[in-house]
């Protein structure tokens, strides 16, 4: 029945992106309406494991959002909402996953009904405080078109808009009142800290009390070469078919020699278990006739990522591990130096004894009870 029910969705959220619906496209044959809205909707479940009862209510969504560029796009998620008989506004988590891989059986909302999906655990630890979540798919999970995997402002986009959609789901019972927090790590962290800089200009509207974000690739250039090589080596080739995806002038494929477009076409096929692996501490050079990361048009696009640019204009807790091996813990602290220099209120935290994946698990909960605090209106002074 989900299958159905993804498919379902996936057919009309490819008919709205070719103006093919009654009454819902543009003349230029986008989607019509505003970032946010809702275009499909249907019941789902949410496990963190196999048959796990939750106590909530989920529904599949998909929504319009924004690509990176700026275009209208549609975008896939979840709404998960505890039955807890409470009444009135309760908090809202817009809650970015990290990295999950580039085929669309990856995404958050396909694996969810059936607890498959990684960080559900974590995101149980919201709906477990009363706390309604909306998780995004990212542009090109679970609807048509490529993953814009890495992509700085589109996943900041849908990040946002996932949570302006699940204020304008009707089912869900939420209110525009509701405070509203974002919150993510790796790709999520990157996702989450995009959302914090563009919320004031982008969706000022939503009552955003704090953003919990770590282990942030907060400069792509940089974590690309901490990776050349090593065990994130797939994560590096990833990010280029993620920004080839959004930027197709880039043309990826000319910098590939047979063995990368080998790679890419398996990665666009699998998630990130088997994506990592197979990329395993392979160098740039083994995949490519060129280095693309070393031409001005793609150094170009992967700044236009860099985070750092704008203070966000509420609270920040900013995570990193110490011993991170996927993203340098000096990016973690720059981005740190560059939100306080700008003005932020940053609460800043080194994990001493933080890899990368360790990270997410061990500051889930601090992380959450700073938030909680946040939703509870106690100031946040931070520690620029």
């Known amino acids: ?17 070719f103006g093919l619906t ?5 003349a ?3 989607p019509a309406g505003s970032p946010g809205d809702i275009v499909t909707s249907a019941p789902t479940s949410f496990h963190p494991l196999p048959g796990q009862p939750t106590g909530t209510k989920a529904w599949h969504i998909t929504y319009r959002s924004t690509t990176a560029r700026g275009a209208p796009n549609v975008v896939s998620g ?12 309760r908090p809202l988590v817009t809650y970015a996953v990290g990295t999950v ?3 669309d059986q990856c995404a958050p909302s396909a694996g969810f009904p059936r607890g498959t999906t990684l960080e559900a655990n974590l995101i149980q630890q919201l709906t477990l405080r009363g706390w309604a979540v909306a998780v995004t798919d990212y542009e090109g999970l679970g609807t048509p078109g490529e993953h814009t995997y890495a992509v700085g402002r589109a996943e900041g986009h849908a990040v946002l808009d996932a949570a302006r959609a699940a204020q304008r789901l009707p089912a869900a019972g939420l209110s525009t009142k509701s405070p509203v927090g974002i919150m993510g790590y790796s790709q999520g962290g990157q996702a989450t800290s995009w959302a914090a800089e563009l919320h004031d200009s982008y969706a000022p509207e939503l009552d955003v009390r704090g953003t919990a974000t770590g282990g942030v690739p907060a ?5 690309a070469e901490y990776n050349n090589g090593g065990i994130g080596a797939g994560l590096v080739l990833m990010a ?34 088997v994506d990592a692996v197979a990329g395993l501490f392979k160098r740039i050079s083994d995949v490519t006739v060129t280095n693309p990361l070393q031409e001005a048009d793609w150094q170009r696009a992967l700044r236009a990522s860099d985070l750092g640019t704008h203070a966000p204009d509420h609270p920040v807790y900013l995570y990193h591990g110490v011993i ?6 000096g990016v973690g602290k720059q981005l740190r130096a560059d939100w306080c220099a700008k003005g932020a209120t940053v609460q800043w935290k080194s994990l001493p004894l933080g890899e990368h994946v360790l990270g997410v698990i061990t500051e889930s909960i601090p992380a959450a009870n700073w938030l909680a605090d946040r939703f509870a209106g106690k100031p946040a002074g931070g520690n620029c």
């Open 219 to 223: 400069d792509l250039l940089k974590t």
């Open 22 to 26: 009654n009454g819902t496209a543009s």
């Open 101 to 103: 891989g580039l085929a």
């Open 1 to 17: 029945m989900h299958l159905r029910t993804r498919a379902l969705t996936a057919l009309a959220a490819l008919a709205v992106s």
């Open 78 to 89: 979840t709404v998960i909402v505890p039955q807890d008989g409470r009444k009135g506004p």
């Open 28 to 30: 230029t044959g986008q």
């Open 324 to 329: 991170d091996e996927l993203i340098p813990y």
């Open 240 to 273: 280029a078919a993620g920004q080839n995806a959004a930027y197709p002038e880039l043309g990826l494929d000319r910098y590939l020699n047979a063995k990368g477009r080998s790679y890419v076409d398996f990665m666009k096929k699998h998630c990130v278990a």
